[in-house]
């Protein structure tokens, strides 16, 4: 199904015009028919009873709206531009996702939106929701849980910025484009975490070229976001929606290993520390025995610079203030 514009002119206001006038001269008919002529009032009242029916083919469009018609079920184009429109009175609108509200947290809601008048009257929403938004809509998806590569529980959410370009397809080729939208979100998003770990680990390839890189969700959220976009965009090209952006909204371990991660990170940049440590403290150690060798200042036997290195890297890696301990008599 490919979208056409309904040919048609911005003549709503003349069409308005013309069923008054129309009205007032049926009740003019009347009016002779009942002083001067009889079978005027018959005229009259049948163009009372069916002059009405033009009335229903006026369209008022607002900017970034579209309204799709279809005549006795053939789909016969879509209105785009804002204006005042007369279409052909039995056509129909059609917009399968009118009673349909994309939430935050991806919940959708099937209740149709209820409106009150002046009276207090309250009356379905439904005829004002015909209208297909063409506006850029943001859907902040709900924090799923998905396992990651290495099997981890992660909790991930994105929210996704798409817009509709060819109503046709929206209405016609799926069932309820929102719903269907929401449930792509869901599947790109599971397909797109399952290939990345969610820190750095060895031998993990995510881009499938068969060599292990750096890929992971909280170092490389511009990639992965791309990769989501592009996964949703192909399943909904045949919905007629554009994937504009998306991006991660939150992403965090699992509750229930939330703590242990915690500790392995924690572990695991201690030892970075103290190898750093470690590296600095032997520069050091080597830096003072070949200064104390050039200067010939102190001239020791390997026993005696084995202790001087075991005091020195005690003193430089330890975690607390070293206490000196001043030897007042000789080396030897």
């Known amino acids: ?134 506006k850029a809509m943001t859907l902040n998806n709900g924090r799923q849980k998905i396992n990651d590569c290495l099997g981890n529980p992660v909790d991930i959410g994105i929210a996704v910025i798409w817009r509709v370009v060819d109503t046709a397809k929206a209405v016609f080729n799926v069932d309820n484009y929102k719903e269907y939208l929401s449930l792509q979100c869901d599947s790109a998003l599971r397909n797109i975490v399952r290939i990345y770990p969610y820190d750095v680990s060895l031998n993990v390839d995510t881009t499938g070229d068969g060599h292990a890189d750096e890929g992971s969700l909280r170092g490389s959220a511009e990639v992965v976001a791309e990769r989501i976009k592009d996964e949703i965009q192909s399943k909904v090209n045949d919905a007629g929606l554009e994937i504009l952006d998306a991006r991660i909204t939150y992403l965090a371990y699992a509750p229930e290993i939330a703590s242990v991660m915690l500790q392995r990170q924690q572990a695991s940049a201690i030892i970075d520390a103290r190898k750093m440590i470690v590296d600095g403290a032997v520069g050091m150690v080597e830096m003072a025995l070949e200064r104390l060798n050039e200067n010939q200042t102190v001239v020791l036997d390997e026993e005696r610079k084995a202790a001087m290195v075991s005091n020195l890297l005690v003193v430089l890696c330890g975690n607390h203030d070293a206490q000196p301990v001043v030897n007042s008599g000789s080396l030897y």
């Open 1 to 134: 199904m490919t979208e056409k514009i309904y040919t048609t002119k911005k003549n709503g206001m003349l069409a308005l015009f013309g069923t008054f006038a129309l009205l007032i001269f049926g009740v003019w008919c009347i009016i002779a028919g009942a002083v001067f002529f009889g079978p005027l009032s018959a005229l009259g009242i049948l163009i009372l009873v069916f002059g009405w029916i033009p009335l229903c083919g006026l369209k008022v469009l607002k900017p970034q709206e579209a309204l799709v018609l279809t005549l006795f079920g053939k789909y016969k184009g879509t209105l785009r531009e804002a204006g005042f429109y007369f279409v052909n009175p039995f056509c129909s609108a059609v917009n399968p996702a009118a009673s349909t509200k994309l939430a935050q947290s991806g919940e959708i809601s099937q209740a149709p939106a209820v409106k009150v008048n002046a009276n207090g009257t309250a009356v379905s929403a439904e005829a004002y929701t015909k209208r297909i938004s063409l």
